[in-house]
């Protein structure tokens, strides 16, 4: 226990100092040297001091966009579709980034429509476009960032029609420094924070990330029979008769179904078998936990069965659970 | 035209000299300075590396500091030893610190005390002893090992990267 919290206290540690690191000594900071010349002559011990030099840290331009969302699903004719960045500030000084993105780019099978306006902050860090959200106005609303400080941008686009399964389409954003760009190196005399000079760092002060849509059609189908076993061996549904239900759930076409979740009703005047529900032949407890499902009790009684993410290869799932007629 | 310029620049030369000796009444005269090395590549491709005055830095420069110094008496200065703090926001670069015919030895707590890199210790946060690394060096002396005689010149130089 002692061992975990001291590996756990190492790594925040080596995390804060690479944070540090990150962005370096911030723009207009002086540093000053002076040397002392320490000697004797004829006995006595001089110090004589040498002259004080000082530079100035200039403001060194860089930045750097990351993509933040995997792949994003979509069916052909969706709108305003969310695609995630981030833009983080790597220079060392406080500097506004002008955001502009693309759809328009080669090596893919389809160019999204940028919507109008097509750049939004998430600005309640839902990661997704919501109604919260505010948008970009370029030379209005760039965002000023101080050094290592980050912001989460979308990037929203409509999907055309009539594409095919899988058909892979690319959106790009790309921040610019607001002093300037240029090959790293280039100098910006007096435009840095603080008055102080600005340098193109590494990054030459732009960078950009590119973001992915797939589209990704699939529909789910589910076949429930049902089974009855009466008290006395035969199959009339009679008040004690035990009937068992069968949900087969499929998947088809070339995507994922997200977080796929079956809800299935008990019917009126029957009662729900206690640990009867199963998933693939495996028993799923009554009770809401970690495992894949549960029975919901109240007025309106149903399981509940989740099967993530699912796809035409993950295969038939099959849901089994039992009601006794009252 | 061309005899009064040289004359004002005779001049001006002899001001700077006074100025010099008037700022230090004793027999060494220290000069600093910090710079920075520029490559350049001609049209056949070879690279020239040359120091010139750093005016701008930023995070991941190299800057280096010479302490030029010079006896102006006619005696010889004895025990001569230059100080020289790494300033704040730069890390001493390792084995970078050179003067000729000196002995150079380090601080890790501000110019208290000086030692070999190898004799230098730091204690991290949760009690572990380590030998202490270059960019956490405070203070750099160099001890001169023979007197500095009337008329000559020295230098004590270090190189630190600015974080």
């Not at chain 1, 109240?298 to 399981?303: C, N, R």
């Not at chain 2, 310029?5 to 005779?10: I, N, R, S, T």
């Not at chain 2, 910090?34 to 701008?56: F, H, I, Y």
Request: charged content about 15%; hydrophobic content about 40%; proline content about 5%.
């Amino acid at each position: 226990m002692t061992r975990l919290q001291l590996l756990a206290a190492g790594w925040l540690v080596s995390l804060a100092s690479t944070w540090a690191l990150a962005a370096g000594t911030p723009a207009g900071t002086s540093i000053q040297n002076t040397a002392n010349v320490t000697y004797t002559v004829g006995g006595s011990q001089v110090t004589a001091p040498s002259n004080t030099t000082t530079l100035t840290v200039a403001e060194r331009l860089d930045v750097n966009v990351t993509l933040e969302s995997a792949p994003v699903s979509v069916r052909a004719g969706d709108v305003r579709r969310a695609l995630l960045f981030r833009v983080t500030n790597t220079g060392n000084g406080s500097e506004a980034f002008r955001l502009s993105m693309t759809s328009a780019i080669g090596s893919d099978n389809f160019d999204p429509v940028p919507s109008s306006p097509a750049i939004y902050f998430d600005t309640d860090g839902s990661g997704d476009l919501s109604a919260g959200d505010t948008a970009y106005v370029a030379g209005s609303n760039d965002p000023v960032l101080a050094p290592d400080v980050f912001v989460s941008i979308l990037i929203v686009n409509d999907i055309p029609a009539g594409l095919a399964n899988g058909s892979i389409g690319r959106s790009r954003l790309t921040a610019q420094a607001s002093t300037g760009t240029g090959a790293p190196g280039t100098v910006f005399p007096g435009q840095g924070t603080g008055g102080a000079d600005a340098v193109a760092g590494s990054s030459g002060g732009t960078s950009n990330a590119t973001g992915e849509y797939v589209v990704s059609d699939v529909s789910l189908t589910n076949v429930k029979s049902a089974t009855v076993l009466d008290p006395f061996g035969g199959s009339e549904p009679m008040p004690g008769a035990r009937i068992t239900y069968q949900i087969v759930v499929s998947a088809s076409g070339t995507g994922s179904a997200g977080n796929a979740v079956i809800d299935d009703a008990i019917p009126a005047n029957t009662a729900f078998v206690a640990g009867s529900l199963r998933l693939n032949a495996a028993l799923l407890t009554d009770a809401v936990d970690a495992d894949a499902g549960e029975f919901i009790a109240g007025t309106s009684p149903a399981i509940r069965v989740r099967l993530g993410n699912l796809t035409a290869a993950a295969g038939a799932q099959t849901i089994v659970f039992q009601v006794t007629i009252n | 035209m061309t005899i009064a310029k040289g004359w004002l620049m005779a001049l001006a030369a002899c001001v700077l000299a006074n100025a010099a000796a008037a700022a230090d009444k004793g027999c060494i005269v220290v000069q600093n300075t910090a710079e920075v090395e520029q490559t350049t590549t001609d049209a056949k491709g070879v690279k020239t590396v040359k120091l010139v005055p750093a005016v701008k830095v930023v995070p991941g420069d190299t800057v280096i500091y010479t302490v030029t110094f010079r006896n102006v008496c006619t005696k010889p200065a004895e025990n001569v030893s230059v100080d020289n703090p790494v300033p704040e926001h730069m890390a001493y670069i390792a084995d970078s610190a050179v003067g000729p015919n000196t002995d150079v030895s380090f601080s890790i707590d501000g110019g208290y005390n000086f030692g070999k890199p190898e004799a230098l210790r730091k204690k991290d946060a949760d009690g572990t002893e380590r030998a202490a690394r270059p960019g956490e060096y405070t203070n750099i002396r160099w001890v001169m090992r023979h007197p500095l005689a009337a008329g000559a010149e020295a230098y004590a130089r270090f190189r630190a990267v600015l974080e």
